[in-house]
């Protein structure tokens, strides 16, 4: 029988591989789990403490006081069943993002968010005069998925796009339909943004390695 200082009897527990997650996948989920935690804890604050005052500083289309919503509306949401419809989508789409990279996905949402929301500013017409909620943001990372897919003609970024089209694609067109009280201009400007941020960010390098880089 080895003896406890026996090397035989550390071996085992020294060659068992280990399955924590890669740092650049922690990194990757922590980003997106940081957003939702913003999310939700402004709307929390929102409902309970301000008495939904927060939900006037969306975007006020040709109203320069409305210009710094471009950087809130995102966040903004007009109730728990708002922020839960954007949940899901977000969460998933980013995802199917930051396969191409943290760094593109990062790129691509401030692009979205920015040009996106500049668009709704100068050019929304409909009866809403606040436009807030991340849906602005989802339809740009659909629409950057699927730019991405026809622009890079790769096998990933292919399977992405259509995994993405299979799961949003009936939610694309219904999110066009002008509604009431729906910033479907949101929608329609997010994606035309995330079309010209796969645009502007895509070259014909490879995409980024979805390996960890070596030590």
Avoid: C
């Amino acid at each position: 029988m080895a003896d406890i200082g026996d090397p035989l009897s550390t071996d085992s527990t020294d060659s068992t591989p280990s399955r924590s997650v890669p740092n650049w996948l922690k990194g990757s989920l922590g980003v997106v789990a940081a957003i939702m935690a913003a999310m939700w804890l402004i709307e929390v604050v929102d409902t309970v403490i301000l008495d939904d005052r927060l939900q006037a500083n969306g975007i006020h289309p040709r109203d320069i006081g409305g210009l710094d919503g471009i950087l809130w509306s995102p966040f903004l949401h007009s109730g728990f069943p708002h922020l839960i419809g954007n949940s899901i989508p977000f969460v998933v789409l980013s995802g199917l993002a930051l396969t191409g990279g943290l760094s593109r996905y990062l790129k691509a949402s401030a692009i979205i968010i920015v040009l996106g929301g500049l668009l709704v500013w100068g050019l929304a017409f409909g009866s809403n005069e606040n436009h807030i909620g991340a849906s602005g943001w989802i339809f740009g990372l659909l629409g950057f998925l699927v730019a991405a897919a026809v622009l890079e003609k790769k096998a990933v970024t292919i399977a992405v796009g259509l995994v993405a089209l299979l799961f949003y694609g009936s939610t694309l067109l219904v999110g066009f339909i002008p509604r009431g009280g729906v910033s479907w201009e949101g929608h329609l400007f997010g994606f035309i943004a995330g079309i010209a941020a796969a645009r502007a960010i895509i070259t014909k390098r490879s995409l980024p390695s979805l390996q960890p880089p070596e030590a």
